[in-house]
């Protein structure tokens, strides 16, 4: 744990692609700009003017034409919700090199209310076979998944932040895989499931639970698809019981797979932390993580009820 | 265009569109009138105007084809088998589960560039194909063949808005018309017009005829920045067009009525009677 720089997984993944357009000739960056600006699309850095279906139809014949395209639209929270017939007719059912990257939260989005504010977009794309689903939980992460990305073929969604939150990696660490999950904290009393910004927050619990005598292993869910299977049923095999933690509506996300894999392997008590059937409104993001109970507080008060009931 | 070429794609547009007619009364897909109608264009495109090769299907300078138009599917499917890309015996699997012959474009099949995209949506994969091909200084053409009906479609004005601000003068999209009637010509002129408008160079066509559809393709000028749109009138002939299932887009062909069909263009070849090899 460092928690020196503040700064969140979007400028992460920023640097990453600047190295990955400079290094990989095959490369391109497909970036939705907004506003009245032209069409720039002479260097390997195309950047467009919003048109969300017709962006994602651009990326897939660019990668039909031997690219690698990382879309790149932080402006955009809800691209994947309208071009989702284009994602799934021309990038998933081909299976071609396009990496969709999408930013949903920011001062300006939250602020926008329920219309810009997507919390369904893991669950859209978990449900598409081929496509990857990747949520890093800060910049150090973000890099280095963009570039694992880059060796990986196929098309992947990558949900980023512009939250300030404390780095949680060291800057030289690279042990991120697609399909892979970090243990931040090992403990036997409870397993916290948590991705991107809510790392954090389960950080914070697990400092509380342990006051309370509950040691909580906390494991970072970067990769929502592939599932790290692996990684939970080992760690709920000690704890017997499970808490996850997402940005996201509370069906089909990071809870959703957890469930699956949990119940098709084995089954302890479960309890999510997310946006339980209701969608967004305007507020600050501080308000709105309040309101919705996407808090440490609220995982702590998840922990306890599993706890009582876990599988010994 | 020389007569004797003409009389040659007439001899090979009229065994391709044989096939159209046995592949599709095999498969007991609906009417095969539209492809009916396209054949003469798709095979002028592929034996006279695409720079593509069976042998060489993944030259990275190759001309590129998308189309998202379903109706077109078995002409181009004929096309492709007649051409060599892949045996003609695949196109009696056309449409069944595991066939190389999908029921709409699928990367599976030798020859296909682009999997056909959701409706409206193969122009915008034609404009990344352009994008990257202008990228790597190659100077292919890419070719989208649009149904009149994709028209309506939101995405595709997306795409034809933004072909036009990216200068992407080596993409050609054909636009298949093969209804008449007063309404169906003011929205074909309303859509000449629209396109015209967006800064695409529009032409016109009867896509049945060889030597006019050469005249208008040798006459498209790649140095212009402006992508090209070609508005083709097709048409199913009077004869093929009494058979009463074969332009129903909604029942399929009886074995009588392909029967029929095919004798009728049997008769054109000069051999008459049924042709039945395939069985």
């Given at each position: 744990m460092t928690g020196r720089n503040k700064s969140g997984s979007f400028s992460g993944y920023l640097e990453a692609l600047?190295?990955?357009?400079?290094?990989?000739?095959?490369?391109?960056?497909?970036?939705?700009?907004?506003?009245?600006?032209?069409?720039s699309d002479n260097s390997r850095r195309i950047r467009a003017p919003i048109a969300e279906q017709d962006m994602v139809l651009t990326a897939s014949g660019l990668a039909l034409t031997g690219k690698r395209v990382f879309v790149l639209a932080p402006d955009?929270?809800?691209?994947?919700?309208?071009?989702y017939e284009q994602i799934r007719a021309s990038?998933?059912?081909?299976?071609?090199?396009?990496?969709?990257?999408?930013?949903?939260?920011?001062?300006?989005?939250?602020?926008?209310?329920?219309?810009?504010?997507?919390n369904e977009d893991f669950a859209l794309m978990r449900l598409l076979p081929n496509m990857a689903v990747l949520a890093p939980s800060d910049k150090r992460c973000a890099y280095v998944l963009a570039h694992r990305l880059l060796e990986r073929d196929g098309p992947a969604y990558v949900r980023l932040s512009h939250a300030d939150v404390p780095n949680i990696y060291e800057d030289d660490d690279s042990n991120f895989h697609v399909g892979g999950a970090r243990l931040i904290s090992e403990g036997d009393g409870v397993t916290i499931c948590a991705n991107g910004v809510m790392v954090a927050e389960a950080v914070k619990a697990s400092h509380i639970l342990a006051q309370q005598g509950i040691m909580a292993e906390i494991i970072d869910c970067y990769s929502i698809k592939p599932f790290p299977e692996q990684a939970l049923l080992s760690s709920v095999r000690r704890t017997g019981c499970c808490v996850v933690a997402e940005k996201h509506a509370d069906v089909a996300g990071l809870y959703g797979a957890v469930a699956e894999c949990l119940c098709e392997n084995y089954t302890v008590p479960a309890r999510s932390v997310a946006i339980e059937g209701d969608f967004g409104q305007s507020g600050t993001p501080d308000e709105l993580q309040e309101y919705y109970g996407l808090t440490h507080r609220e995982i702590v008060h998840n922990v306890v009820q599993v706890w009582a009931m876990r599988r010994r | 265009m020389k007569d004797v070429k003409r009389d040659e794609l007439e001899a090979i547009s009229l065994e391709v569109r044989k096939d159209i007619v046995r592949m599709v009364g095999i498969a007991r897909a609906n009417g095969p009138a539209p492809s009916l109608?396209?054949?003469?264009?798709?095979?002028?495109?592929?034996?006279?105007?695409?720079?593509v090769r069976p042998a060489e299907r993944k030259k990275p300078d190759r001309d590129r084809f998308v189309t998202s138009h379903w109706d077109a599917v078995p002409a181009l499917y004929a096309c492709l088998a007649h051409i060599g890309f892949f045996g003609r015996e695949e196109l009696w699997s056309y449409r069944r589960l595991g066939?190389?012959?999908?029921?709409?474009?699928?990367?599976?099949t030798p020859g296909i560039d682009a999997p056909s995209g959701a409706r409206g949506g193969s122009l915008g994969i034609a404009v990344g194909m352009c994008l990257a091909l202008r990228l790597d200084n190659l100077e292919s053409r890419v070719h989208c063949l649009l149904g009149e009906d994709e028209l309506?479609?939101?995405?595709?004005?997306?795409s034809v808005l933004s072909a036009a601000s990216s200068g992407l003068g080596r993409l050609v999209a054909i636009i298949d018309v093969n209804r008449g009637g007063p309404a169906r010509d003011a929205e074909a002129a309303a859509v000449s017009r629209g396109f015209e408008a967006f800064g695409w160079s529009v032409f016109e066509v009867n896509g049945g005829d060889f030597m006019l559809l050469d005249s208008v393709f040798s006459a498209l000028d790649f140095d212009d920045a402006k992508p090209k749109v070609i508005i083709a009138r097709t048409k199913v002939d009077q004869e093929?067009?009494?058979i009463e299932s074969l332009c129903d887009s909604a029942k399929p062909m009886s074995d009588d009525e392909m029967d029929h069909a095919l004798s009728l263009l049997e008769r054109r070849s000069g051999s008459g009677g049924v042709f039945n090899d395939w069985t």
């Amino acid at each position: 744990m460092t928690g020196r720089n503040k700064s969140g997984s979007f400028s992460g993944y920023l640097e990453a692609l600047s190295e990955i357009l400079r290094d990989c000739p095959d490369a391109v960056v497909l970036e939705s700009v907004s506003g009245d600006k032209n069409r720039s699309d002479n260097s390997r850095r195309i950047r467009a003017p919003i048109a969300e279906q017709d962006m994602v139809l651009t990326a897939s014949g660019l990668a039909l034409t031997g690219k690698r395209v990382f879309v790149l639209a932080p402006d955009l929270p809800l691209y994947v919700a309208r071009g989702y017939e284009q994602i799934r007719a021309s990038v998933a059912v081909p299976g071609v090199n396009v990496i969709l990257s999408s930013v949903q939260d920011g001062d300006l989005l939250d602020r926008d209310g329920s219309v810009r504010q997507m919390n369904e977009d893991f669950a859209l794309m978990r449900l598409l076979p081929n496509m990857a689903v990747l949520a890093p939980s800060d910049k150090r992460c973000a890099y280095v998944l963009a570039h694992r990305l880059l060796e990986r073929d196929g098309p992947a969604y990558v949900r980023l932040s512009h939250a300030d939150v404390p780095n949680i990696y060291e800057d030289d660490d690279s042990n991120f895989h697609v399909g892979g999950a970090r243990l931040i904290s090992e403990g036997d009393g409870v397993t916290i499931c948590a991705n991107g910004v809510m790392v954090a927050e389960a950080v914070k619990a697990s400092h509380i639970l342990a006051q309370q005598g509950i040691m909580a292993e906390i494991i970072d869910c970067y990769s929502i698809k592939p599932f790290p299977e692996q990684a939970l049923l080992s760690s709920v095999r000690r704890t017997g019981c499970c808490v996850v933690a997402e940005k996201h509506a509370d069906v089909a996300g990071l809870y959703g797979a957890v469930a699956e894999c949990l119940c098709e392997n084995y089954t302890v008590p479960a309890r999510s932390v997310a946006i339980e059937g209701d969608f967004g409104q305007s507020g600050t993001p501080d308000e709105l993580q309040e309101y919705y109970g996407l808090t440490h507080r609220e995982i702590v008060h998840n922990v306890v009820q599993v706890w009582a009931m876990r599988r010994r | 265009m020389k007569d004797v070429k003409r009389d040659e794609l007439e001899a090979i547009s009229l065994e391709v569109r044989k096939d159209i007619v046995r592949m599709v009364g095999i498969a007991r897909a609906n009417g095969p009138a539209p492809s009916l109608a396209l054949a003469n264009l798709l095979v002028y495109l592929y034996w006279e105007w695409l720079n593509v090769r069976p042998a060489e299907r993944k030259k990275p300078d190759r001309d590129r084809f998308v189309t998202s138009h379903w109706d077109a599917v078995p002409a181009l499917y004929a096309c492709l088998a007649h051409i060599g890309f892949f045996g003609r015996e695949e196109l009696w699997s056309y449409r069944r589960l595991g066939a190389t012959l999908q029921g709409c474009p699928d990367l599976r099949t030798p020859g296909i560039d682009a999997p056909s995209g959701a409706r409206g949506g193969s122009l915008g994969i034609a404009v990344g194909m352009c994008l990257a091909l202008r990228l790597d200084n190659l100077e292919s053409r890419v070719h989208c063949l649009l149904g009149e009906d994709e028209l309506r479609e939101g995405v595709l004005w997306e795409s034809v808005l933004s072909a036009a601000s990216s200068g992407l003068g080596r993409l050609v999209a054909i636009i298949d018309v093969n209804r008449g009637g007063p309404a169906r010509d003011a929205e074909a002129a309303a859509v000449s017009r629209g396109f015209e408008a967006f800064g695409w160079s529009v032409f016109e066509v009867n896509g049945g005829d060889f030597m006019l559809l050469d005249s208008v393709f040798s006459a498209l000028d790649f140095d212009d920045a402006k992508p090209k749109v070609i508005i083709a009138r097709t048409k199913v002939d009077q004869e093929l067009s009494s058979i009463e299932s074969l332009c129903d887009s909604a029942k399929p062909m009886s074995d009588d009525e392909m029967d029929h069909a095919l004798s009728l263009l049997e008769r054109r070849s000069g051999s008459g009677g049924v042709f039945n090899d395939w069985t």
